[in-house]
Nanobody, 124 residues
Framework: QVQLVESGGGLVQAGGSPRLSCAASGRTFSTYAMGWFPQAPGKGRELVAAISRSGDNLYYEDSVKGLFTISRDNSKNTVYLQMNNLRHEDTAVYYC?????????????????WGQGTQVTVSS
């Protein structure tokens, strides 16, 4: 069982660079691949960034390549999403999720544990 708590969201000006954090409970965090899934109003959750349990393998959706950076610190049971040069269309609730596998997957149904989400609102 893993409990996830996101933080770091809020109101951000266009072009801003917030960093989201997702803190996990339990001693098995390092056995989970992690992903970040934004959900905009009226849309589904789509993976934008993911990291393998070791941190060696990264995935980015094309629209965020070069803008977002995912990382993790297994000693702190935390995964991060550094977001740079935010655009209005990045406005969403950002969820982190854990997958009980070495590697990530783009399908949200392959993730077993979810946080409550943190709202990121980009003002233009």
């Amino acid at each position: 069982q893993v409990q996830l708590v996101e933080s770091g969201g809020g109101l951000v000006q266009a072009g801003g660079s917030p960093r989201l954090s997702c803190a996990a409970s339990g001693r098995t965090f390092s056995t989970y691949a992690m992903g970040w899934f934004p959900q905009a109003p009226g849309k589904g959750r789509e993976l934008v960034a993911a990291i393998s349990r070791s941190g060696d393998n990264l995935y980015y959706e094309d629209s965020v390549k070069g803008l977002f950076t995912i990382s993790r610190d297994n000693s702190k049971n935390t995964v991060y999403l550094q977001m740079n040069n935010l655009r209005h269309e990045d406005t969403a609730v950002y969820y982190c999720a854990a997958r009980g596998s070495s590697y990530s997957n783009t399908d949200k149904d392959n993730y077993s544990y979810w946080g409550q989400g943190t709202q990121v609102t980009v003002s233009s």
